[in-house]
């Protein structure tokens, strides 16, 4: 293994790090803070998307629940679930470049414009952020292919 592969490695280790950290320092970050440590780990070559084993980390109690109860439902149906991709990027497959996060926020909401090439085509995603006891976390996801929300039928 090369000092190459190892650095990159340990900055992708960093990143993940990052987003794993533990809620107090979660709950301590700015919405711009939260959007940046969810979206850098993209840029890295080889980054298999955000983990989704505890999807409480990235969203408010109802869109965590109902992605849950998805997923559990077609694990025992032997199923592909309702969300097949990566709602971030909104693909599932990805090489990302050209990154840009514009975050508005107001009082205990956020608003995130994320634009990106992926594979060299332009995609723009806009997170809808609501401040939780746990942190900024997200309501929505607007994307070309949908909303995320509506894809659970949320209301």
Do not use: H
């Not at 077609?74 to 497959?93: M, S, Y």
């Not at 840009?100 to 995130?112: E, Y």
């Not at 952020?129 to 949320?154: H, N």
Request: hydrophobic share 40%; with cysteine.
């Amino acid at each position: 293994m090369n000092s190459n592969t190892l650095s990159r490695r340990f900055l992708l280790g960093g990143g993940i790090a990052t987003c794993l950290s533990g809620t107090d320092a979660m709950a301590q970050a700015t919405a711009q803070a939260f959007v940046e440590n969810l979206y850098q780990p993209y840029l890295a070559k080889g980054f298999q998307g955000q983990p989704y084993g505890n999807v409480a980390r990235f969203f408010v109690p109802a869109l965590a629940e109902a992605i849950d109860r998805d997923n559990r439902e077609a694990r025992r149906r032997n199923e592909v679930p309702t969300l097949n991709g990566d709602p971030f990027i909104d693909a599932q497959d990805w090489e990302i470049s050209k990154l840009s996060i514009d975050v508005t926020t107001d009082s205990d909401t956020a608003t995130a414009r994320v634009s990106f090439q992926n594979f060299d085509e332009a995609k723009r995603i806009v997170l809808e952020l609501v401040r939780t006891p746990a942190g900024w976390r997200i309501a929505d996801i607007k994307a070309p292919s949908g909303s995320l929300k509506a894809l659970y039928k949320l209301k």
